[in-house]
T-cell receptor, first 113, second 108 residues
Framework: DTTVKQNPRYKLARVGKPVNLICSQT?????MYWYQKKPNQAPKLLLF???????READTFEKFQSSRPNNSFCSLYIGSAGLEYSAMYLC????????????FGHGTKLSVL | GQQVQQSPASLVLQEGENAELQCNFS?????MQWFYQRPGGSLVSLFY???GTKQSGRLTSTTVIKERRSSLHISSSQTTDSGTYLC??????????FGLGTRVSVFP
């Protein structure tokens, strides 16, 4: 679904360095999500914004931060990358009021070295 | 236990064969979706199917909420159908929860 865009497509980061991933959507959806996908594992929900309210999963609470400066944009921030952060990061959006269908971006593949 | 269970874990088909992928869920849901996972890991939405049957080309999805199950039927499989198929359920408390997927391999 090209209406959810993620940048960059590939990201190389050094251990201990910060990482910032960007997502945008043009559907005026009220909810935006970030998922982490590792090989042979189901996508894992990290956090989601409903409007301006951020909900973070308990087990990833301290590892990831996010901001949503406006309805269209949402970022995922890693303060200090570790090897275990290497994964595909998927952004998605949905409209809670009219339709819960999630639309995903192409993802950002993060490699931490 | 796992809230979303998919079966089989993997499936090998000869081109032209039909296949049925199953998704069973153990929790209440608002909706469910089927996705195709690209080789790079990104997801393509196939069906958004809270209940009933939907068809798109050679793919058919049937969801029976009261029985907590959904199926994805692939008819006349082609080599381009090879990949991983994920089902996911959505509820307001937990967002979208994915199964581990079914890896489909179609050979000529």
């Amino acid at each position: 679904d090209t209406t959810v865009k993620q940048n960059p497509r590939y990201k190389l980061a050094r251990v201990g360095k910060p990482v910032n991933l960007i997502c945008s959507q043009t559907m005026n959806h009220d909810t935006m999500y970030w998922y982490q996908k590792k090989p042979n594992q189901a996508p894992k929900l990290l956090l989601f914004y409903y409007d301006k309210i951020l909900n973070r999963e308990a087990d990833t609470f301290e590892k990831f931060q996010s901001s949503r400066p406006n309805n269209s944009f949402c970022s995922l921030y890693i303060g200090s990358a570790g090897l275990e952060y290497s994964a595909m990061y998927l952004c998605a959006s949905s409209d809670r009021v009219s339709n819960e269908r999630l639309f995903f971006g192409h993802g950002t593949k993060l490699s931490v070295l | 236990g796992q809230q979303v269970q998919q079966s089989p874990a993997s499936l090998v088909l000869q081109e032209g064969e039909n296949a049925e992928l199953q998704c069973n869920f153990s929790t209440s849901l608002n909706s469910m979706q089927w996705f195709y996972q690209r080789p790079g890991g990104s997801l393509v939405s196939l069906f958004y199917n809270p209940s009933g049957t939907k068809q798109s080309g050679r793919l058919t999805s049937t969801t029976v909420i009261k029985e907590r199950r959904s199926s994805l039927h692939i008819s006349s499989s082609q080599t381009t159908d090879s990949g991983t198929y994920l089902c996911a359920i959505h509820n307001y408390a937990q967002g979208l929860t994915f199964g581990l997927g079914t890896r489909v391999s179609v050979f000529p």
